[in-house]
């Protein structure tokens, strides 16, 4: 069993920009590849970025390349997300998720989720 705890997040101006953490409590933190989601206000949630369990590997939606970043930290369990150019169609509720590969469909734990709002 992994539980997630989320931070970060809240009103920022477009263009600006926020960081995201998510800390999993457990000692297999580096068992689990990593993953931000977020759903906006009538809309299913959608994959926002991944990281691989050593962190050698990411992927990103093409909407967020190029702005957001995914990072983890083993040691201190914990994984990142830095967004930057941060636009008004980015505001949701993140949520942060464990799961075997970043290729998965099968997110198995899922944090509680931060509201991230960008005003125009």
Not at 15 to 44: D, H, I, N, V
Not at 68 to 82: E, G, K
């Amino acid at each position: 069993q992994v539980q997630l705890v989320q931070s970060g997040g809240g009103l920022v101006q477009a263009g600006g920009s926020l960081r995201l953490s998510c800390a999993a409590s457990g000692r297999t933190f580096s068992s689990y590849a990593m993953g931000w989601f977020r759903q906006a206000p009538g809309k299913e949630r959608e994959f926002v970025a991944a990281i691989s369990r050593s962190g050698g590997m990411t992927k990103y939606a093409d909407s967020v390349k190029g702005r957001f970043t995914i990072s983890r930290d083993n040691a201190a369990n914990t994984v990142y997300l830095r967004m930057n150019s941060l636009k008004p169609e980015d505001t949701a509720v993140y949520y942060c998720a464990a799961g075997s590969t970043i290729y998965t469909d099968d997110w198995l734990y899922w944090g509680q989720g931060t509201q991230v709002t960008v005003s125009s």
